[in-house]
């Protein structure tokens, strides 16, 4: 249900399972709702979203190809959720800057590597081009110099959230992040909500010289937990507010009328996929033998 509190949302990216063109459209159609109801969307891609090699779609034999999408099409499909509202677009991705409220700037960063892709691989780590850092640095410093109030929004993370994620996990990470987030952070980004890791967490680094960033990591809708945010930024105060709320219930069929439980489903997927992930963090990162990492 469409809440009177909210004004407009974030997605991060990932708005699609694996690129999939027809689903990028359905994707569009549903936020076209939320903007019929006056809530703006903003959106930027994820890794899954463009020039995906693993596009598929599904049937009763199994899986098949189906066409993916380029950047142009990506910016073209989501046009009227965030694109169109943008004042100002890098030339190097698919980064812009709107609006979304009296005195703040919304920097969305593209942090996907799709050029990159191949017919058999797609990247799933996330790099700030280095004309992008330059043109974010640039907004940054007029946003400062118009005391205009700015929060950031990528699908990679900017930080670490966790003791060895930079090690371990660094693909869910931008490249370079430790000297990225303290230059963004020193540029005056202080606040990013980000994706990619599907987990619900907030934190925060601090640097000598007083700068600092808070990156707010929201899980994915379509893994257990089923979380998402309901953000209050008060501008005036500097203050940002957070309620995490999760989904229940979701219908079992078009205009079926009945619903299935979500979480027990996520629960279940997600407990199997993760333990598959991390069988392989130990096996690659680590070179446990199968004994060990079955105990």
């Known amino acids: ?7 407009f949302v974030l997605i991060p990216g990932d708005l699609t399972k694996d690129g999939e063109l027809r689903s990028h459209e359905r994707m569009a159609a549903q936020l076209a709702r939320l903007e019929r109801g006056g809530i703006q969307v903003f959106v930027v891609p994820g890794n899954h979203d ?3 090699p693993e596009a598929k779609g599904y049937n009763e034999a199994g899986s098949f190809p189906v066409p993916n999408i380029s950047a142009a099409q990506f910016s073209e499909i989501y046009g009227d959720f965030g694109y169109n509202q943008a004042f100002a ?22 942090s996907c590597r799709y050029l990159e892709n191949t017919s058999d691989l797609h990247q799933v ?13 640039e907004n940054l410093e007029l946003a400062k110099q118009n005391n205009i109030k700015v929060i950031g929004m990528l699908h990679h993370g900017l930080t670490e959230h966790f003791l060895g994620q930079g090690e371990y996990f660094s693909d869910f990470l931008i490249e370079d992040w430790p ?6 952070a020193m540029a005056g980004l202080n606040l990013v909500f980000t994706g990619h890791f599907h987990a619900q967490d907030v934190t925060r680094s601090d ?15 379509a893994t257990f937990p089923n979380s998402y945010r309901i953000a209050t930024l008060k501008v005036a105060e500097s203050e940002l507010q957070l309620e995490s709320h999760k989904i229940q ?7 079926s009328g009945s619903f299935v439980n979500l979480p027990d489903l996520a629960l279940d997927f997600s407990t199997r996929m993760l333990t598959l992930n991390i069988a392989g963090v130990l096996a690659q990162q680590l070179n446990l033998p199968q004994t060990k990492i079955a105990q």
């Open 1 to 7: 249900n469409q809440s009177p509190r909210v004004g």
């Open 207 to 221: 640097w000598a010289d007083g700068s600092f960033v808070v990156d707010v990591e929201t899980a994915s809708t």
């Open 125 to 137: 780590g996330g790099r700030i081009h280095p004309t992008t850092l330059r043109w974010l640095n």
């Open 50 to 52: 463009i020039a995906n």
């Open 89 to 110: 677009k890098d030339s190097a991705s698919l980064s812009y800057i709107s609006e979304p409220g009296p005195g703040v700037w919304l920097f969305a960063v593209d």
């Open 249 to 255: 219930n979701i219908p079992e069929g078009f205009n």
């Open 179 to 184: 000297e990225v987030s303290h230059q963004l």
